[in-house]
Antibody
Framework: EGQLVESGGGLVQPGGSLRLSCAAS????????MTWVRQAPGKGLEWVASIKEDGNEKYYVDSVKGRFIISRDNAKNSLYLQMNSLGAEDTAVYYC?????????WGQGTMVIVSS | DTVLTQSPGTLSLSPGERATLSCRAS???????LAWYQQRPGQAPRLLIY???SRPTGIPDRFSGSGSGTDFTLTISRLEPEDFAMYYCQQYGNSPWTFGQGTKVDIK
């Protein structure tokens, strides 16, 4: 059964940067698009970014365009999210999820807190 | 952006009852590209339905989805204790993908 494990979350000051990682196992990672979804404390789900199987096409929600970069390394079965110019509005649990449209496999999430 | 409005906000029911959750889109969702997720407190979401009515492997058949265009429904035929949770719809037909605000199903 497929598994995703996120890491890299933590406390960061406003304007700072953070890089999230997601390690995949138990499924054909290189054959699937991948997605990051976030959830602010006590709030609903928000799609953040997606990437195609080969990494050549990337998609972002407007609020993170120009600040976040999604990438992947299929040789390492890993997905990444480079987050720059972070603001309080980026505080959330960040989930990686399989697929570019619907998401069967989810990680447990990693918490990002943006605060001084 | 396609806004998804879920109703009701909270649904209070007893185990064994039928639950009907609604998801209405602000514009037509292409090709019925709509999914439903369940989220229990402290857990990651779990996919229940994709393509408006298809169930992934392992999802019990008491969960069913229907609808097209702008109106979609998730039905839980008989509530089990583990079904009391939050439910979100998501559309992936119109960019950017968007989620509804959620419906909480709690025990009456």
């Amino acid at each position: 059964e497929g598994q995703l494990v996120e890491s890299g979350g933590g406390l960061v000051q406003p304007g700072g940067s953070l890089r999230l990682s997601c390690a995949a196992s138990g499924f054909g990672f290189g054959s699937l698009g991948m997605t990051w979804v976030r959830q602010a404390p006590g709030k609903g789900l928000e799609w953040v970014a997606s990437i195609k199987e080969d990494g050549n096409e990337k998609y972002y929600v407007d609020s993170v365009k120009g600040r976040f970069i999604i990438s992947r390394d299929n040789a390492k079965n890993s997905l990444y999210l480079q987050m720059n110019s972070l603001g309080a509005e980026d505080t959330a649990v960040y989930y990686c999820a399989s697929g570019r449209m619907w998401h069967v496999i989810w990680g447990q999430g990693t918490m990002v807190i943006v605060s001084s | 952006d396609t806004v998804l409005t879920q109703s009701p906000g909270t649904l209070s029911l007893s185990p064994g009852e039928r639950a009907t959750l609604s998801c209405r889109a602000s514009q037509s969702v292409s090709s019925s590209f709509l999914a439903w997720y369940q989220q229990r407190p402290g857990q990651a979401p779990r996919l229940l339905i994709y393509g408006a009515s298809s169930r992934p492997t392992g999802i019990p058949d008491r969960f069913s989805g229907s609808g097209s265009g702008t109106d979609f429904t998730l039905t839980i035929s008989r509530l089990e204790p583990e079904d009391f949770a939050m439910y979100y719809c998501q559309q992936y037909g119109n960019s950017p993908w968007t989620f509804g605000q959620g419906t909480k199903v709690d025990i009456k």
